[in-house]
């Protein structure tokens, strides 16, 4: 029955098997793809009427199915919305209650096409699609045939410069996790290079003690060093690199793994440039000093993970001079210089990866990537090559349906010129804020961003979720991060059509939150 209603839907839409879909332009058309314009033209969507609400967020459905939904679990009682993922396309989420709102959270930032894109649309008739979806294959053990060349085409083209290896996983937490992996083995290798010893000479005495969590077998000395307001992930690893929310963290047990201080900058940047660089200096000694101290009490750092933007925390920035001198730091203390990219990259900040941006003369040691990728997973230098087979490992190591789905992804990017885009969209919604902070400052301050990775302050947690409240029931879903921060996170197919329409139900829902009771 499900299946027949999502069958008859999709005939609806026009996205069922050999229908052809019409395309639509979201960008302005007095400048989308003109001769001599910098903006390109969008990448085709499904035509959809727009905004169109129903009934208030929750709906009577919505609430239905939440009750329904909690006598199971609940799904880790978190819950917000029920989407309809047949009726939703483009950049707009129809929830259960047949709400279409325009969605700029897109997924928690996971979505890059939006929904029901005819490019993915076309990538799921690959026949590979279906021999890959019904015989999901061990990538660690039996990889299909196809998998050095899909690589290939997907995240080799796009790897960070000077990072010719990839290793896919699930998610990004498990990406970390094996990251930190891979950079403990390193270290290892090297402890063991100075005592004369090859990577995998290990002496007895490692090898029993391993078995029961102790040293030396278990590097129970070495950590990797994070930074307040990072976020990198919920397994134990990744859950004590992560400092965003007492939520995530409460009652877990944690490594005895260092934290450092994260720049708090002021905005405008321009007004605050001393205290900026001022607040760098700082965070910087800090991470020094805890490399050093570290060291004379013989539990070293093996590596340092950082967000170019730490989103969870409250999209929080620093200069890229900040982050060359962390590398720097890192590189004198022997230990990996790894960047999480898993919210930030596949050309969410206009560069493919928002590191670009730094200008680094060497590229970092690891890099991470999920969510607009498809699949977890990290790019790495050679030297951190794993020294033995099922010391990185699991069962599914990524999956390869993604790999289809990804390869879709970087060709609509490169087809339709969606860097640009974001960087053109950003502009304008930048724009739209400052004047917004100007006409209503308790609830849009402290505006930051890089491409479409956009948050602003408003004056209290409060004034925040009243915010993001009274966008959803008109309309606008935008996420929320920090302690009163909200944020967007577009797809990449976000046009100025789109903007145009965000502008109007912003405009709208801060005149009626501005009104004195």
């Known amino acids: 029955m499900i299946a027949l209603r999502a069958n008859q839907r999709l005939l609806k839409t026009g996205l069922a098997r050999g229908v052809a879909v019409r395309s639509v332009q979201h960008v302005a ?87 029901n894109h005819p490019a993915m649309q076309q990538a799921m008739q690959d026949p590979l699609m279906g021999a890959f979806a019904q015989s ?8 299909p045939m196809e998998l050095p ?45 100075a005592e004369g010893r090859e ?96 060291l004379a009490e013989g539990r070293p750092v093996a590596g340092a993970i950082i967000e170019p933007i730490l989103s969870e925390g409250g999209d929080l920035h620093a200069s890229a001079n900040f982050f060359k001198r962390l590398q720097g730091i890192c590189r004198e203390f022997g230990a990996a210089f790894i960047v999480d990219e898993v919210q930030t990259g596949v050309c969410a900040s206009g560069h493919m990866w928002a590191h670009e941006a730094w200008g680094l003369e060497e590229s970092p040691d690891f890099v991470s990537f999920s969510k607009k990728a498809l699949i977890g997973g990290y790019y790495y230098k050679e030297q951190f090559q794993p020294p033995q087979g099922y010391r990185v490992f699991n069962t ?15 060709q609509t990017i490169e087809k339709y010129g969606l860097a640009t885009l974001v960087q053109e969209v950003s502009k304008e919604l930048i724009r739209t804020l400052e004047v917004a902070a100007g006409q209503h400052p ?34 606008v879903i935008v996420g929320t991060n920090g302690a009163q921060s909200v944020r967007f996170r577009p797809a990449l197919t976000f046009g100025m059509a789109h903007v145009k329409e965000f502008q109007q139900v912003f405009h709208h829902t801060l005149q009626r939150l501005s009104v004195p009771n």
Not at 244 to 269: C, E, G, M, N, Q
Not at 452 to 469: E, G, K, Q
């Open 442 to 475: 308790d609830y849009v301050s402290n505006i930051r961003g890089q491409g479409t990775i956009i948050a602003f302050d408003a004056a209290s947690p409060a004034h925040r979720d009243a915010l993001a409240a009274h966008l959803r029931n008109n309309g």
């Open 199 to 294: 990577a995998t000479d290990f002496v007895p005495e490692e090898l029993e003690s391993c078995m029961m969590n102790q040293a030396p077998g278990c590097a129970n000395d070495l950590s990797i060093l994070s930074f307040s307001g990072g976020f990198h992930g919920r397994t134990l690893g990744a859950l004590t690199c992560t400092h965003s929310k007492h939520i995530h963290k409460i009652d877990v047990p944690a490594f005895d793994w260092p934290t450092a201080p994260f720049p708090r900058l002021r905005y405008p940047l321009e007004e605050h440039s001393e205290h900026n660089a001022a607040e760098e200096a700082r965070c910087l000694e800090a991470v020094e000093a805890i490399f050093q101290t570290r």
């Open 29 to 115: 058309p007095n400048t989308a793809g003109e001769e001599g314009s910098a903006l390109p033209r969008s990448a085709p969507t499904v035509p959809g009427a727009g905004i169109a609400m129903r009934t208030a967020v929750p709906g009577p459905e919505v609430t239905k199915l939440t009750q329904r939904l909690a006598a199971h679990g609940g799904m880790g009682g978190a819950t917000s919305l029920f989407g309809d993922y047949v009726a939703s396309e483009d950049s707009y989420f129809v929830d259960a209650d047949g709400n279409r709102m325009l969605d700029m959270f897109m997924q928690i930032a996971s979505l890059p096409l939006g929904y």
């Open 149 to 193: 060349q899909l690589l290939e085409e997907t995240f080799l083209k796009v790897a960070p410069k000077g990072l010719s290896r990839v290793q896919p996983m699930l998610c990004g937490s498990s990406a970390n996790e094996n990251v930190f992996k891979a950079a403990f083995f390193a270290y290892r290798a090297k402890q063991r290079k």
């Open 136 to 143: 999901r294959a061990a990538l660690g053990m039996f990889p």
């Open 396 to 410: 599914w190591m990524g999956d390869a349906t993604k790999l289809l789905l990804f390869r879709a992804v970087l």
